[in-house]
C-alpha cells in the first residue's frame, strides 16, 4: 500500500507558495507590468493584506519569485550528493552542464527578461538581485577553487576571479544573446566541454 507524505509545511508558507505560483505564472502569461496585485490575489485566494505583509509589494514578489527559481533548479548544486565520487574534472563538467541546462530553459529565459527590465528601472532592486542569485553561487565556486588551490588539484593563486571566469565561459554571451534575441540555440554539453579545456589546462585542475 502506498503511503502518502504529509505536506509538513506551515499554513504561513502554504499561503506564501500560493501566492508566488499565482503571481509566477500571471507574470509569465501576460508579463509582469500588465499583472496587477489584484489579479493575483484572485487566482490565489489569498488577501492583499497577506501579500503585503509576505512580500511588501509587486517587486518583493519578483524577487521572492527568483529566489525560489534558483534553489528549485538547485544553481548552487556542489552538495555532496551531486559530486561525491567524480574527479576534479568531472565535478566541474558536471557543474558546467547543469547550469547551462538550468538557464537556457525558456522559463529561466523569461524570469530573467523580467528581472533584468526591472533592474533597469530600480537600481537598488538590481543589487538585491544580484546578492540573491549571483553571489551565493559565486561565493559557493570560489570556496571550492580555494579549497582544490590549497589541496593541490589546482594551481588558482585568485579563486574568485577563475570563478567569475567559468561563469562567462558557461553562460555568460549566450545568455546575453538568448536575450536580445539575437539567437536561441544554446551551447551543447560538448561544446561546454571544448570551452572548458582551456580553463581546465591553464588553471592544472587535475
Known sequence: MAICQMDRSSPRERRQNAILDAA???FLEQGYERTSLAEIVRRSGGSLATLYELFGNKQGLLRAIATRWSDEAMLRSLDED?????STVEILKSYAHRQREMMESPHAVALM????????RDR???TQ???????????ELTELFAE????GRADMDRPEAAARLFFDIVVGDSMLNTLAGIEEEWLDNEQVDWRLQPFLSHFKIR
Do not use: C, K, N, Q
Open 24 to 26: 509566477e505564472a500571471l
Open 82 to 86: 551531486s559530486i561525491g565520487g567524480l
Open 113 to 120: 527578461r523580467m528581472l533584468i527590465s526591472e533592474s533597469l
Open 124 to 126: 537598488e532592486f538590481a
Open 129 to 139: 538581485i544580484y546578492h540573491d542569485l549571483h553571489v551565493p553561487a559565486l561565493e
Open 148 to 151: 582544490w588551490a590549497a589541496t
